[in-house]
């Protein structure tokens, strides 16, 4: 009768190894992650896809020693680290959905072939981590094609457009498995990218095949190896792809100044105003000599278009700006700037402009914009500017 006993306490411990459920928790390496859809003069971005269902591989076959590395982990801890870095390349501020199921058999599935590990729900890093957390040993076959088929009920819940992210070494899958993602296919067309991450070993390569099989399926898919996205960038690069759609920046002027609005400084240039460079109205500013408030005749052709400007935008007010340099009393350099002030209101108001869309303010010596030690710097503050105040 002892021999009897023992032999079902032998058979049931190892069940218990083939079961996989003796493993050691996964470690994550440091990951600083690049940004990703970072416009440029030349390019932009829009996000084309709203939901990613991840699909991890927890079949007994990733119990196996990776050998893309020399960290000794499973192929299952390296699907689990790939995840945990595409995790925290994600945009924190995305509209997205995402969620993630496994697939295998036996106790590590809770004894199905396949297992929820995360709702598909808005996408939080955190929630992310605690599904991907959820796996945590592999065990049984490789049913694939019931995954894929339980995915149909989380895809139809998407009103946009979903990515389904296959995570595996393509080992083992059934022959059903190519016929139910082109199901998929079939049912959702351009609504639904297929892409896979291949965690294999040099004798896997047969599996790598199968992946890409399946990203084919899908004329916007990719298949990767998951040692070609382990750095930042590269992985970047990879959830950019899977996000986003970039096109070249169509040229832009809002304010019809002649100047692209990259390269705009001054928004909402006033209509006919004459700008610099930058976008700015050449009415910046009068400069004035020393202890003076006359204006030379250097700068008509500046009042020229700030007439032809403010007539052109008659419902337009601006306030004047008048400024000194250091030189002489604070009480004195005051007056002196509303002064200065002044005399450019009066010369608009000759020319046409109605006093009542013209204010004046001074700030004497106060709000300089250069030094105040050199001449040139003397010169430079010694000004009238302005502020549109109405439009």
Same mark, same amino acid.
């Given at each position: ?5 023992? @032999?079902? !306490? ?11 459920? *003796? ?30 269902? !991840? ?29 945990? $870095? ?7 501020? @995305? ?24 709702? *598909?729900? $808005? ?26 088929? &339980? ?17 595996? +070494? ?42 890409? #099989?399946?990203?084919? @399926? ?5 298949? !990767? ?12 690069? %990879? ?13 832009? +002027?809002?304010?019809?100044?002649? @100047? ?14 004459? !700008? ?6 050449? %009415?910046?500013?009068? +400069? %004035? ?38 030189? &002489? ?20 108001? #000759? ?5 009542? $869309? ?5 700030? &004497?010596?106060?709000?300089?914009? *250069? ?21």
């Amino acid at each position: 009768m002892l021999k009897k006993i023992i @032999i079902p !306490v032998v058979a049931i411990s190892g069940l218990a190894l083939l079961s996989g459920c *003796a493993t050691k928790p996964t470690t994550y390496p440091n990951f600083t992650a690049t940004p990703v859809a970072q416009a440029t003069s030349t390019s932009e971005f829009r996000q084309k896809t709203d939901a990613i269902f !991840v699909i991890v591989d927890a079949s007994s076959s990733t119990n196996t020693t990776y050998d893309g590395n020399d960290s000794g982990s499973s192929k299952l801890d390296v699907e689990k680290q790939t995840l945990y $870095r595409l995790n925290k390349t994600i945009p924190a501020n @995305i509209n997205l959905a995402t969620g993630i199921t496994s697939f295998g058999s036996g106790h590590c599935l809770d004894w199905s072939s396949t297992k929820v590990d995360q709702n *598909a729900t $808005r996408h939080s890093a955190k929630n992310f981590q605690s599904g991907l957390d959820m796996t945590q040993c592999a065990s049984g076959g490789s049913p694939l094609n019931k995954a894929l088929a &339980g995915s149909t009920t989380e895809l139809e819940k998407v009103r946009g457009n979903s990515a389904l992210l296959i995570v595996s +070494d393509g080992q083992q899958v059934p022959s059903e498995t190519l016929a139910e993602a082109q199901a998929l296919e079939d049912k959702f067309g351009q609504r639904l990218c297929i892409y896979s991450i291949w965690v294999g070993n040099n004798y896997d390569t047969s599996g790598q095949v199968v992946l890409q #099989e399946l990203s084919n @399926i899908s004329n916007c898919g990719k298949s !990767v190896n998951s040692a070609d996205i382990s750095s930042s960038a590269a992985m970047a690069g %990879f959830v950019e792809s899977m996000l986003y759609s970039k096109s070249g920046v169509t040229s832009r +002027d809002s304010d019809a100044d002649g @100047i692209d609005d990259s390269h705009d400084k001054c928004k909402n240039t006033p209509s006919g105003a004459k !700008v610099n460079s930058q976008g700015c109205w050449s %009415f910046n500013s009068v +400069d %004035f000599g020393f202890d003076s408030t006359k204006i030379t005749p250097a700068f008509a052709p500046l009042f020229e278009n700030a007439i032809a400007t403010l007539n052109k935008n008659p419902r337009m007010t601006v306030q004047l700006e008048g400024h000194t340099d250091s030189t &002489g009393p604070e009480a004195y350099n005051m007056g002196l700037s509303v002064r200065r002030a002044e005399a450019v209101k009066n010369h608009l108001v #000759e020319n046409g402009i109605d006093t009542s $869309r013209l204010t004046t303010k001074g700030f &004497g010596e106060s709000n300089p914009i *250069a030094p105040n030690d050199t001449a040139k710097g003397r010169a430079e503050n010694r000004r009238v500017g302005f502020t549109i105040t109405a439009r």
